[in-house]
């Protein structure tokens, strides 16, 4: 079956530790989006990518970083520079045509807690 | 800057009774709206999309939604809920038209069935 993989379903560190979660599709699907989703906010864009070896922030990407060296794979690194890191992370997909819009599929989500 | 509101935050329905969930937006160009559904816990999909045309989409599960720009709303209607309903919904933007890298979610609202 075709679709997004995220894990772990859930991750705790400690306060300062970096940590990356990992998410992998094979949709063969151009472009990837990490969100951020916290009780009462909906969701916010982290970093998305269109193309593999190519990356662009979004709203709120001080504190982590991302990579994308393979078409599959969009790892998101969250850095002991990030101030409030607990949250439900998503990461989404797409056909990035350019010329018209599809739809973003979506991962199960990592919870991800900092002690 | 382009916004979506949804101003309820939990709503209570009876199963078998009609639903309709608010969406204000603020975006200065045609705007590209969606619906999505997430489950607890899970990740999110998609319910139904409006980029123009017909201002009454039609969307899986047997969710519409209507576009009125006079009121810069889409909401989200179900004649019939079913347990299966519970969740939480969110209504989307996408600011970058045929971009497909920035989605802008609402808050979200919380949908309890009540037998």
């Known amino acids: 079956d075709g679709g997004i993989t995220q894990s772990p379903k859930y991750l705790f560190r400690k306060e300062g530790q970096n940590v990356t979660l990992s998410c992998e599709q094979n949709l063969n699907h151009d472009a990837m989006y990490w969100y951020r989703q916290d009780p009462g906010q909906g969701l916010r864009l982290i970093y998305y990518s269109q193309i593999v070896n190519d990356f662009q922030k979004g709203d709120i990407a001080e504190g982590y970083s991302v990579s994308r060296e393979k078409k599959e794979s969009f790892p998101l690194t969250v850095t002991s520079a990030q101030k409030n890191p607990t949250a439900f992370y998503l990461c989404?997909?797409?056909?990035?045509?350019?010329?018209?819009?599809?739809?973003?599929?979506f991962g199960p989500g990592t919870r991800l807690t900092v002690l | 800057a382009q916004s979506v509101t949804q101003p309820d935050i939990h709503i209570t329905v009876s199963e078998g009774a009609s639903l309709e969930l608010r969406c204000n937006y603020s975006?200065?160009?045609?705007?590209?709206l969606f619906w999505y559904v997430q489950s607890p816990g899970q990740g999110l999909q998609l319910l139904l999309k409006y980029f123009s045309g017909d201002t009454l989409v039609q969307g899986i599960k047997g969710f519409e939604a209507e576009f009125k720009r006079s009121q810069s709303s889409f909401n989200l209607r179900k004649p019939s809920v079913h347990w299966s309903d519970a969740a939480e919904y969110f209504c989307?933007?996408?600011?970058?038209?045929?971009?497909?890298?920035?989605?802008?979610f609402g808050t979200g609202t919380r949908l309890t069935i009540i037998p």
């Open positions: 989307a933007v996408d600011r970058s038209n045929f971009g497909n890298e920035k989605l802008t």
């Open positions: 975006y200065g160009a045609t705007p590209y």
């Open positions: 989404a997909s797409s056909i990035a045509s350019g010329t018209a819009y599809n739809e973003q599929f």
